[in-house]
């Protein structure tokens, strides 16, 4: 019984001081948006929710650089996997809480001047951080 509790405390002894260790991803892990009712000319509101705030620094109006890793394998020499980390836009933080905010879209690359998206908009799993200039 005493190895086993010993085990267990080792175990999260370490779990903690890992956890510590590796940098956080910061990404967009919801997305809400008006229900679109048809109208000509109608304009749809999101807000992509982040999991970074004023822990991290944010405030209102602070900018995210939103990034995309696309993942591509070369099927023919070497069968080697290339992620490519994209920036795809800029999002505008409105509200923070300690580890989280609600932004809205500020830009997005229009597909004429960018690779090809097969969603051509921010989705969930995008990487975000601070915009710096």
């Known amino acids: 019984m005493k190895r086993m509790n010993l085990r267990l405390l080792i175990f999260l002894f370490f779990s903690l001081v ?8 910061y990404i967009i892990y919801s997305v809400t948006q ?10 749809i509101n999101k807000n992509f929710y982040v ?7 944010l405030d209102q109006g602070t900018v995210l650089d939103v990034y995309r890793v696309i993942s591509r394998v070369d099927p023919y020499r070497t069968k080697k ?3 490519y980390r994209v920036k795809i836009g800029e999002l505008k933080v409105l509200h923070t809480e300690d580890d989280a905010a609600i932004t809205e879209l500020s830009e997005f690359k229009p597909k004429s001047e ?3 998206f097969e969603i051509p908009t921010f989705m969930i799993g995008d990487h975000v951080e601070v915009k710096v200039d």
């Open 51 to 57: 999991n970074m705030g004023t822990k991290q620094g």
């Open 18 to 25: 890992l956890s510590s260790v590796y940098p956080r991803e």
């Open 114 to 116: 960018s690779i090809h």
């Open 81 to 83: 996997k290339y992620n």
């Open 34 to 43: 008006n229900i679109p009712m048809g109208y000509e000319n109608e304009i």
